[in-house]
């Protein structure tokens, strides 16, 4: 009797396994399905001529997407020398609302944070840096930007 129950939770365990396989061919048609691009939330990090800097986060998705905040702050950065060493850290010397907040952005829209380069930086000395930035967004936190930085001090 064991033998018979164990015999058939076999090949019931071995008929799951085989459904559930993978199949990249699209029924429709017969051909193999290209794997599609993921359209998602993008972010980008720009140096303008006069030295101060912009970080955009754009909504490349067809819906509406919520960034979650658990601060006032937006957007964090940091300015590294040639070591790695971090010069300097926008929120080091700030104090932030904590209180969760959310920004709805829609489709296609971008949204636009000036970084005030010029008057955060004027205890660090000039010279050549990597300047990198991210959203204080809880879904966006992984999206790091960086950048060659030239600071030429106060």
Same mark, same amino acid.
């Given at each position: %009797?064991?033998?018979?129950?164990?015999?058939?939770?076999?090949?019931? &365990?071995?008929?799951? &396994?085989?459904?559930?396989?993978?199949?990249?061919?699209?029924?429709?048609?017969?051909?193999?399905?290209?794997? =599609?691009?993921?359209?998602?939330?993008?972010?980008?990090?720009?140096?303008?001529?006069?030295?101060?800097?912009?970080?955009?986060?754009?909504?490349?998705?067809?819906?509406?997407?919520?960034?979650? *905040?658990?601060?006032? @702050?937006?957007?964090? *950065? @940091?300015?590294?020398?040639?070591?790695?060493?971090?010069?300097?850290? *926008?929120?080091?010397? =700030?104090?932030?609302?904590? %209180? %969760?907040?959310?920004?709805?952005? @829609?489709?296609?829209?971008?949204?636009?944070?000036?970084?005030?380069?010029?008057?955060? $930086?004027?205890?660090?000395?000039?010279?050549? *840096?990597?300047?990198?930035?991210?959203?204080?967004?809880?879904? $966006?936190?992984?999206?790091? @930007?960086?950048?060659?930085?030239?600071?030429?001090? =106060?």
């Amino acid at each position: %009797m064991k033998r018979i129950i164990f015999g058939l939770c076999t090949f019931f &365990l071995i008929l799951i &396994l085989a459904s559930c396989g993978t199949n990249n061919t699209d029924t429709t048609t017969g051909n193999e399905s290209k794997p =599609k691009e993921e359209k998602t939330i993008t972010t980008k990090l720009e140096v303008k001529e006069d030295g101060n800097a912009t970080f955009t986060i754009k909504n490349e998705t067809n819906e509406e997407a919520t960034l979650t *905040y658990s601060s006032g @702050q937006e957007v964090e *950065y @940091q300015l590294l020398d040639n070591e790695k060493n971090i010069v300097f850290t *926008y929120s080091a010397d =700030k104090v932030f609302v904590l %209180m %969760m907040s959310e920004n709805v952005i @829609q489709p296609n829209e971008e949204v636009v944070i000036q970084l005030e380069l010029k008057t955060e $930086l004027a205890e660090v000395p000039a010279g050549s *840096y990597t300047l990198i930035a991210w959203s204080a967004a809880k879904e $966006l936190s992984d999206k790091k @930007q960086e950048i060659a930085y030239e600071w030429a001090g =106060k």
